[in-house]
């Protein structure tokens, strides 16, 4: 069984940066895969970023590839998504989420349905 904290969390405003965290309890291993994804009032989830344990390649959204970074600690058994210049359009609740594979091709790390386990989420909010 694996659980997934998130923390980080907050109020902030237009320009500013936020690190989020995503704890992990349980087994991760070379094919583990965690991702990023996000959810605003009213809208889709949407991929943020996903990172591989084993050798770290990242995996982002169109809309996160010049403003955010995801990484993780295997010894703190951690994942960490820095925001940096933040907008009130990247106001959400962000939720961390577990995957172990081997898969290759087309974006399959931004289908979420191929997630274990998800995390309760923590909420971000810009203020303008």
């Known amino acids: 069984q694996v659980q997934l904290r998130e923390s980080g969390g907050g109020l902030v405003q237009a320009g500013d940066k936020l690190n989020v965290s995503c704890e992990v309890s349980?087994?991760?291993?070379?094919?583990?895969?965690m991702g990023w994804f996000r959810q605003a009032p009213g809208k889709d989830r949407e991929f943020v970023a996903a990172?591989?344990?084993?050798?770290?390649?990242?995996y982002y959204g169109d809309h996160a590839k010049e403003r955010f970074a995801i990484t993780r600690d295997n010894g703190k058994n951690t994942v960490y998504l820095q925001m940096n210049s933040l907008e009130p359009h990247d106001t959400a609740v962000y939720y961390c989420?577990?995957?172990?594979?081997?898969?290759?091709?087309?974006?399959?790390?931004?289908?979420?349905?191929?997630?274990?386990?998800w995390g309760q989420g923590t909420q971000v909010t810009v203020s303008s």
């Open positions: 989420a577990y995957r172990e594979t081997t898969a290759v091709g087309s974006r399959w790390y931004e289908y979420g349905p191929g997630y274990k386990y």
């Open positions: 349980g087994r991760t291993f070379i094919y583990t895969v």
């Open positions: 990172i591989r344990w084993g050798d770290g390649t990242s």
